[in-house]
């Protein structure tokens, strides 16, 4: 078939772009907007400057995560300038060019597609450390146009989101296939919504009962849920974050996680992730 135009192009603006992660669910509703998101204002808070692609055309979520719902993008002479949170931080997302946050996008693959590699190589990005991308859940058309994209580049790599029930761990493992026949590195595996600390009592509770399906006997313990699935499958596991409310909030007024047990667990799992990129 006749070679893409636009793949030139992606090349050209991604080779400015140290690390590309790819952040994916197989399920809706895990905290993969949430986790995205923290994880971009950890590392950039790090000093790394870095970039957040939400191509959850559908449903975007970065705006509001990043607390500039009401910026809007500009066009310039290098292309779409992506809205700066702070100076190590930049954003690019369907949200801010959608009329009202009510808004719905109805589109088809084909537009998707379209807009998801404009994108890439129509944003200003400049030089990035990471550009982290919140990618919609599951495995559709979005996914398969932006691995063929990001495939073209170098450094990339994919991150999933679950949370501790054998109902996401089913389709944690679609997605696992998925990176692997798209030739995307593994970078690992977060598990949100791991227990909960209540913050009365301090005693900690599964909410959701972590799957037992790929049980392992670990160095002291038994591995259950996202850990030992990550285990069996070969890849990497970065770590768990807790329930908890403040993180909750966080996401909802668009600030980055403060002094709490997430934050600790978001850090080191950051810090994981860093090692493996
Ligand atoms: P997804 O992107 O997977 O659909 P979101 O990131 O939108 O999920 O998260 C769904 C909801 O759960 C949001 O309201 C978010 O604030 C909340 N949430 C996610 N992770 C946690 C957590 N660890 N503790 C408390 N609330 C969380």
């Not at 909750?248 to 850090?267: D, F």
């Amino acid at each position: 078939s006749a070679p893409d135009p636009a793949i030139e192009e992606i090349k050209a603006r991604m080779s400015l772009v140290k690390h590309k992660i790819l952040v994916l669910s197989g399920k809706g509703g895990v905290g993969k907007s949430t986790v995205a998101s923290q994880v971009a204002m950890a590392l950039s808070g790090g000093g790394n400057v870095t970039g957040l692609l939400d191509i959850d055309v559908c449903g975007p979520s970065a705006p509001r995560m990043l607390g500039v719902e009401d910026m809007d993008v500009h066009q310039s002479g290098s292309g779409w300038q992506p809205v700066w949170v702070d100076e190590n931080l930049c954003v690019m997302s369907i949200g801010f060019m959608l009329p009202s946050r009510d808004d719905a996008v109805v589109w088809r693959g084909v537009r998707k597609i379209g807009l998801i590699k404009q994108f890439l190589k129509d944003v200003n990005w400049e030089k990035l450390d990471y550009l982290v991308i919140d990618a919609p859940p599951g495995t559709s058309d979005e996914h398969i146009t932006i691995a063929q994209c990001l495939n073209q580049t170098s450094n990339v790599g994919a991150v999933i989101v679950t949370t501790p029930q054998e109902v996401a761990l089913l389709d944690v493992r679609k997605e696992i296939n998925f990176c692997r026949k798209a030739g995307v590195k593994i970078l690992g595996v977060i598990e949100n919504m791991a227990g909960f600390v209540c913050p009365h009592c301090g005693n900690s509770s599964e909410i959701f009962v972590p799957s037992e399906a790929d049980s392992v006997q670990g160095p002291s313990a038994v591995l259950r849920g996202a850990e030992a699935m990550a285990k069996k499958h070969g890849i990497p596991f970065l770590g768990r974050i807790p329930l908890d409310p403040k993180l909750g909030i966080a996401s909802e007024r668009g600030e980055a996680l403060k002094n709490s047990l997430a934050l600790q667990s978001l850090q080191s799992a950051v810090q994981n992730l860093r090692i493996n990129c």
